[in-house]
């Protein structure tokens, strides 16, 4: 890991963290708020393995202090070494540098916390609640978990984005971001309750921003009794 990386750089080697040095191989604008790359692994995947919404911690300037934010892997190769990372792009260090990036840039990633346990009993009605910066993830999500059908709230316009839903099974319901994520909020209060109904065995799978997020898994867990382990949540991102 590099010098002087503060705390977060300083608990993560505590954490046996592993770094590489990622290359930038090819760079793409899929919108204008939307950029794609590819890149070499510098030996990440032989060493970790893969699996399904892996992310990692990648490491950027801030006037000459580190900062970092995790991204989902899209398409991870372990035997051509390689990856490709999306964007959704907004004001912030990390959207600069994805703005930015060309072929033979490189940066620094770090492999530490990531995980996923495939729900078992295997789901019988998947729900995913996401937005842009989620997307990757839950396109990794939908991959990893079959053929069971799912209902993904999607807080914003997904189109032209690279949505891999199956419109035979996956239905997406775009929602508008309204104050700070309370039309998300309600929304799903309004519709979640018809999907859940009569399904057995649900998988609830949450990243919206951080207080969005918070709000609906309480909701999920206490509101509408759906136990725990059948619960996935993380805050993807801190609204300003």
């Known amino acids: 890991?590099?010098?002087?990386?503060?705390?977060?750089?300083?608990?993560?080697?505590?954490?046996?963290?592993?770094d590489h040095v990622c290359t930038v191989l090819e760079a793409e604008d899929v919108t204008p708020h939307y950029r794609r790359l590819r890149?070499?692994?510098g030996g990440?995947?032989?060493a970790t393995g893969v699996h399904p919404t892996m992310w990692v911690r990648l490491w950027f300037s801030d006037d000459g202090r580190p900062h970092q934010r995790a991204y989902t892997l899209v398409d991870p190769d372990p035997a051509s070494g390689t990856f490709g990372?999306?964007?959704?792009?907004?004001e912030g260090r990390?959207?600069?540098?994805?703005?930015?990036?060309?072929p033979g840039d490189t940066i620094e990633a770090t492999v530490q916390g990531t995980g996923f346990r495939h729900p078992d009993p295997a789901p019988s009605h998947v729900v995913a609640i996401g937005d842009p910066a989620s997307l990757p993830a839950i396109n990794s999500l939908l991959g990893a978990?079959?053929?069971?059908?799912?209902?993904?709230w999607f807080e914003g316009d997904p189109a032209g984005l690279p949505c891999r839903a199956e419109p035979d099974r996956h239905e997406i319901r775009p929602v508008p971001r309204r104050d700070a994520g309370a039309h998300l909020v309600e929304r799903i209060r309004a519709e979640l309750p018809a999907v859940l109904a009569g399904t057995p065995d649900p998988y609830v799978w949450i990243a919206c921003d951080a207080a969005t997020t918070r709000t609906l898994t309480a909701y999920v867990r206490k509101e509408l009794a759906v136990p725990k382990h059948r619960v996935q949540a993380l805050g993807y991102w801190r609204a300003e």
């Open 94 to 102: 990390a959207s600069d540098w994805a703005r930015a990036a060309q």
């Open 145 to 152: 978990l079959g053929a069971a059908p799912a209902t993904v």
């Open 44 to 46: 990440l995947l032989a």
């Open 85 to 90: 990372l999306e964007f959704a792009l907004h």
């Open 1 to 18: 890991m590099g010098q002087g990386r503060g705390w977060e750089g300083a608990v993560l080697r505590l954490l046996r963290a592993k």
């Open 39 to 41: 890149l070499s692994d």
